[in-house]
Structures are given as C-alpha cells and as structure tokens.
C-alpha cells in the first residue's frame, strides 16, 4: 500500500510535466512542418498534429472547454475544409521552388524579428498570475450562455467570413487561365 501511495505521489509530480514535454515535441516540430514543407497538402496535415497538441495542451491547464472546442473546431473542421479546398486545387498550375533573392531574405528576416521582439515585449510586460482555485462548472454555462446570447452575432459573422474565403479560394484555384495551361502542357 504504501507503494502505491508512492507511486501515485510520483506520478501527481511528474506526468503532467511528461505529458507537456511530448505534446510540446510533437506541435513545435509539426509547426515547423506546416511553415517549410513545400508540398501543401502535407502542410494540411501537418496542421491537424500541431491543432491536436494544442487541443492536449488546453486539457493539461483543465480547461476542458477550451480543449473541445480546439478540437472541434479547429483540429476537425477547419483543418478539414482547407485540406478539402488544397485538394480542389490545380497542381499543375503551382510552379516549383521560387529562389527568393538575397534582399528579399534579409528584408523579410528583420521583419520577422520586429514582430517577434513585439510580441515578445508585449507578453513579457503583463503579469500572468496563477491561481490554485479549481475550475467552476458554472463558467463553462456562463461561456455557452455568452455564445448564444451577447457574441451570436459575431460568432455567425465570422463563420459567414470563413464560408466566403473558403468559397472564393476555391474558384480562384479552379479558375484556368488558358494561356498558363497550355504553356505547361506544351512544355509536357
């Protein structure tokens, strides 16, 4: 018995920290892949890994909620209908590797790390306090009594927005240009 209790104390202190660590090697490598794989529909898939371990990450922090509605939303549906709308596009109209020059690199580096170093400043200057309290079932009410009440209206908003660029990426991607299609298959 008294194993038991030590090996339950051991797993209180550690799992969670084991668990973080696996989640974090899966979604910053499939991140990685989402941003330099140059095949799009890997990109897509690769995006399903790094939504799913942000999914576990919400249920580490007991934000249970938060978590169904990460996987839900984003890992099934969103991810689904861009995977859907990548395979509606045309392969042979998508040109391989364009070599960025070297001005465009370094301009494109500073930008990147001007953004970073704001993001960074902005998140390091606000206090994160924590709190040991356990979760209120109440609030997770209070959130589905918000959605469907005062934030119906921006929440049907957004989903309309995202029905309309799902909807215009898919004709821009089935639009031929003749002139492009017949100098690929002359080259062919």
Known sequence: MEQFE????????NV????????????????????????????GFFLIGVFGAVCG???????QFLALAQLMIYTVGITLVVVIALM???????KEGVAVE?????????????????????????SWPLSSLRMNPENVKQIGAALI??????FEFAS??????????????KAEPKNDVSKIAGEN
């Open 102 to 126: 070297g001005r465009e690199r370094f301009s494109g580096l500073v930008i990147a790390t001007v953004f970073f170093l704001t993001i960074y400043c902005a998140l390091r200057s606000e």
């Open 6 to 13: 030590l090996l339950t104390n051991w797993a209180q202190v």
């Open 57 to 63: 990450l919400f249920l580490i922090l007991q934000a």
């Open 16 to 43: 969670e920290a084991f668990v973080l660590y696996a989640l974090a090697i899966i979604a910053i490598p499939c991140a990685f892949c989402v941003l330099f794989d140059r095949a799009i529909i890997r990109s």
């Open 149 to 154: 009440t005062t934030y119906a209206l921006p």
């Open 160 to 173: 309309v927005l995202l029905l309309a660029a799902l909807m215009g990426a898919i004709l821009l991607a």
């Open 88 to 94: 509606l596009t045309n392969p042979r109209l998508e």
